[in-house]
């Protein structure tokens, strides 16, 4: 079983990213429990949602407490909330933001994890310019499945296409995409860089 | 055909497949996705001919039911907690006049204090409504049961509530099988009903009832459960053959065979107890479980005959009935009535408090041990209620509980998780 867990704010699409990373994983024949953290619904609230994948049927209804990769669509919250409750070395960590985990003040707490799972992703940035808005859930989706390699970019495509229609998954996808493709060149200085 | 939808949506979709005439339903967190589905269903002329009714309160909406039904139109309606309260006088009309409408109940605590999380506080509160109550374990299960329980409703003319676990299900994203069209149809046939307000053929439905025969009127009713324990295994068994899947039936057995301990729950947290059964089962620990789904009408001998054979039995509830302690539990000792073994009874979950694999392995190992008190209350802070009775015993003027707590605990949901 992998787990997931994202954080957000109310009104980011936290919700609907792990419900359409669910989306992608049934797309690709697995089993995916998505559900979000039942907080008050409120803009700009702090929200946690998460998404559960597996091989065979998903039946445990606890929250993720130890995800085995954290998507962190709004830094503002690395502060202020336990977001990094549960988080273990070996887990993937994926932020939305233009600074690095060293420039965001979490170079100390990473130092035991393994680099090439932790990266920040300008995914705002993506999304504005792919979509006009700045809602990066998409965006983030397309740079997890580039650090994680758990999804194809395809099946996350299609889980956005099937949550949205028109422009607005189409400028989605695009995002997710960019974001994707930015991580993926990221991901391949970093194992330059550092000797196997 | 599988597909990944919320549960809300699928529940949705399979009411719509049953063919419901007539939707009354205000909109409560957290069905509103139910209700809202299905307005949107009928909007579209997917679901047809069908008049969805937005009513002004929830007394209205089981009220307009009642009236839609007693029309001879197959009727549904969705909601939770207050909701349930407040619609608790028409819901006795509903099953005393035998009204069979179907309403999906999406488990909420009851305040005060207020609180939108899931327990059962709502359903049990209205155990002896004359409503059968069914709890879905998965969102499968609930899609199903809905088809199911028109079918029950209608045989027996009874109203027919099921129950799922408000956010954890009705808000989780998962797999499920989603019936075709032809394969309801063919399962449900058209409703007949036992009564009918017709302009053409005038009679009345409700009459005043003196103690010459309000026994035997109410008795009709209890009898119809009775009934029901026959039907709802026999509908089970027909829905298998049609469908190829084991859901409703009165209960389901996990690992029980030759189990010391079997754990009795019911709904959602089955998965979670299975998960850590099996964890146990791997260190040799003797423990299965007993998931209820009919806990109205209540299965009294097969729930004996399950349990008869263990050395204890843990009853974990998501419900308090305060000044006694657990409900499911109370029903279960009345089943085993003259067996001697332990029976442990948990309260956990109240008010969406998550239930923990982590918890569960503790509590499941201090039961096998005989270490558990009669009545826990699963990881419950003390220290909180302590500080709290401190302040009571300190000051007359103490103030509101749920205020002086939240000073103590921080604001409300302000946790990773």
Redesign the interface.
């Known amino acids: 079983m992998f787990e997931v867990?994202i954080?957000g704010r109310g009104g980011q699409g936290v919700?609907t990213a792990?419900?359409m990373l669910?989306?992608a994983a049934?797309?690709e024949g697995r089993?995916?429990?998505?559900?979000?953290?039942?907080?008050?619904?409120r803009m700009g609230a702090?929200v946690?949602a998460f998404c559960r994948i597996d091989d065979h049927?998903?039946?445990?209804?606890?929250?993720?407490?130890e995800p085995d990769a954290l998507i962190v669509q709004d830094p503002t919250l690395l502060h202020q909330?336990?977001?990094f409750?549960g988080c273990r070395p070996a887990g993937f960590i994926l932020i939305n933001s233009i600074r690095s985990f060293d420039e965001l003040g979490l170079g100390d707490f990473v130092a035991s994890f393994r680099h090439e799972r932790l990266l920040t992703v300008p995914a705002s940035e993506f999304a504005r310019e792919h979509t006009g808005r700045a809602v990066a859930n998409a965006a983030l989706l397309g740079g997890f499945a580039a650090l994680s390699g758990l999804i194809s970019l395809d099946a996350m495509s299609r889980a956005i296409r099937e949550r949205f229609s028109g422009n607005v998954a189409e400028g989605n996808v695009a995002a997710a995409q960019a974001a994707h493709d930015w991580v993926a060149g990221e991901m391949k200085e970093l194992s330059g860089a550092v000797p196997a | 055909m599988p597909c990944q939808l919320e549960g809300s949506r699928a529940v949705a979709e399979a009411v719509a497949l049953c063919r419901p005439e007539v939707i009354c339903a205000y909109p409560i967190s957290p069905q509103t996705h139910i209700v809202e589905n299905l307005s949107q269903l009928v909007k579209t002329g997917e679901l047809g001919p069908c008049e969805f009714v937005n009513v002004e309160s929830e007394f209205a909406a089981m009220s307009a039911s009642i009236g839609a039904s007693a029309t001879g139109a197959r009727a549904y309606t969705a909601t939770a907690s207050q909701g349930l309260l407040y619609m608790t006088e028409a819901l006795y009309n509903a099953s005393g006049l035998g009204l069979p409408i179907v309403m999906t109940l999406a488990n909420r605590a009851i305040g005060a204090p207020i609180n939108i999380w899931n327990d059962h506080s709502d359903s049990m509160s209205q155990r002896d409504s004359g409503w059968i109550q069914l709890y879905a374990e998965t969102n499968q299960e609930a899609l199903d049961l809905h088809i199911q329980a028109f079918r029950l409703a209608e045989e027996l003319s009874t109203p027919v509530m099921v129950c799922m676990d408000g956010f954890i299900l009705t808000h989780a994203v998962e797999r499920v099988a989603m019936p075709t069209q032809e394969q309801v149809d063919a399962f449900l046939p058209a409703f007949q009903p036992r009564q009918l307000l017709n302009p053409d053929e005038p009679i009345t439905i409700g009459a005043m009832v003196g103690p010459e025969a309000f026994m035997e009127v109410k008795y009709l009713a209890h009898a119809k459960q009775m009934q029901a324990l026959e039907l709802i295994p026999e509908i089970a068994a027909d829905f298998k053959e049609a469908f190829g899947r084991d859901s409703g039936g009165l209960l389901h057995l996990y690992r029980t065979e030759d189990a010391e301990t079997i754990v009795v729950a019911l709904g959602s947290v089955l998965g979670t107890i299975k998960d850590t059964i099996d964890e146990l089962r791997e260190q040799g620990v003797k423990i299965g479980a007993l998931g209820i789904v009919s806990f109205r009408p209540f299965p009294l001998q097969e729930v004996r005959a399950a349990l008869g054979g263990a050395q204890r039995v843990v009853v974990l509830e998501k419900a308090l009935a305060v000044g006694i302690g657990g409900i499911v539990a109370a029903n279960v000792r009345m089943a085993l009535a003259g067996i001697h073994l332990h029976c442990y009874n948990v309260i956990a979950g109240l008010g969406g408090r998550p239930i923990t694999k982590a918890s569960l392995r503790g509590l499941f190992a201090d039961a096998a041990a005989d270490r558990l008190e009669e009545l826990t209350f699963l990881d419950m802070d003390w220290n909180v209620v302590n500080r709290e009775l401190a302040r009571m015993g300190a000051s007359r003027a103490s103030g509101p509980h749920a205020e002086n707590i939240l000073r103590d605990v921080g604001p409300v949901a302000a946790g990773p998780v």
């Open positions: 867990r954080h919700v792990a419900e669910s989306l049934f797309d089993y995916a429990q998505a559900f979000p953290s039942f907080g008050s619904e702090p946690v049927e998903i039946r445990t209804r606890e929250p993720v407490m909330a336990d977001v409750g």
